[in-house]
């Protein structure tokens, strides 16, 4: 069940493009066929760009290593954690939406229900510089960091997802201690890390009406300042950062023959999107520190950014503010 909500939802999330006012030109109806596919080709492009920054959060998350503040200390020191990152995000009810085959209509607006979106990732730090020494502390320590995100294929319920370059994706990033922790000095940090997903092929049936969506990738690349101290057995962290979502795709839809009024089936042409959207990122961690084990919950939200669609959602709207929550276990030394 829940490999299949996670398929559901990369299907009407990995990618989107912010549009001048006239978002129909992505779909021209300049012919006879083009008009009775232009609703089905201008729905999808909507609801890609309504939920491409709810899976770049999902994606991206918040620290880079849940818990870490500052740098590692140099060769000989690594962490390796698992961690789910959940966006509270919301997803439009295409069930409820009919397509017209008489041109692109954008009301009634897309219902849409709370939805918590997850995303499942594994990280891994090793250290590379100490740091120079600075009285009880060390400045300037490297790591390197390294992410992976899997995403299997799937074939059933009219959806089909295939990843033709493999299912597993590493990202790769790296931090700079401003200072290690130590007992009395918190450690501080910058970080950079792009995590990225596996290229996607989707089809998707709705009755007679089918979607394609081809080539389809999704890149974050991510920076962060954080700050973090442990304090005996619980450990605190906080921090911000930005965010850029990169996506693109090919996408294409068949629109059956109807008889109220009759028209005869119609297919669009390809249409080709990408996106850059930047936004805000701030966060806290809370960490119970167990020896080697460390056990952490993140709460964080992200804002910022310009989305355009020809249609309207109820509720929140694509570029709107949204709450994302992480939790996770990492082992360290």
């Known amino acids: 069940m829940k490999a299949r909500l996670f398929v559901l939802f990369a299907a009407t999330t990995l990618t989107g493009t912010s549009l001048s006012a006239q978002d129909t030109a992505l779909c021209p109806a300049t012919t006879s066929a083009q008009r009775i596919s232009q609703d089905a080709c201008q729905k999808a492009v909507d609801l890609f760009k309504y939920m ?21 200390g140099g060769l000989g020191h690594f962490t390796v954690g698992l961690r ?70 799937f074939d059933g319920s009219g959806v089909s997802v295939k990843v033709p370059d493999g299912s597993l994706k590493l990202g790769y990033g790296a931090r700079v201690g401003i200072l290690q922790e130590s007992l009395l000095v918190p450690g501080i940090s910058v970080s950079y890390l792009q995590r990225d997903l596996p290229t996607v092929n989707i089809a998707g049936a709705n009755g007679n009406d089918s979607l394609y969506v081809d080539n389809l990738s999704l890149k974050t690349k991510a920076w962060r300042v954080v700050a973090s101290k442990s304090l005996l057995f619980i450990g605190l962290a906080a921090g911000f950062g930005q965010d850029k979502y990169e996506s693109s795709t090919d996408i294409g839809a068949h629109v059956a023959a109807r008889t109220l009024p009759p028209t005869p089936a119609a297919n669009t042409v390809p249409v080709s999107m990408s996106q850059d959207i930047t936004r805000t990122n701030v966060f806290a961690n809370l960490s ?46």
């Open 52 to 72: 491409a920054p709810q899976l770049g959060t999902a994606i991206a998350g918040g620290n880079a290593t849940l818990g870490q503040g500052g740098s590692l």
């Open 84 to 153: 789910i990152n959940a966006v509270q995000g919301s997803l439009p009810q295409i069930q409820n939406t009919s397509v017209s085959a008489n041109g692109a209509q954008n009301t009634p607006p897309f219902d849409t229900k709370t939805q918590i979106i997850p995303m499942p990732t594994a990280d891994l730090a090793i250290g590379i510089f100490k740091g120079l020494p600075l009285a009880i502390t060390n400045v300037g320590g490297i790591d390197l960091l390294v992410s992976a995100a899997y995403l299997p294929e």
């Open 288 to 333: 119970m520190n167990l020896l080697l084990l460390k056990l952490t919950g993140e709460i964080g939200q992200v804002s910022g950014g310009t989305i355009n669609t020809f249609n309207t959602f109820s509720g929140k709207q694509a570029a709107d503010s949204r709450i994302y929550g992480s939790v996770g276990a990492r082992f360290g030394f």
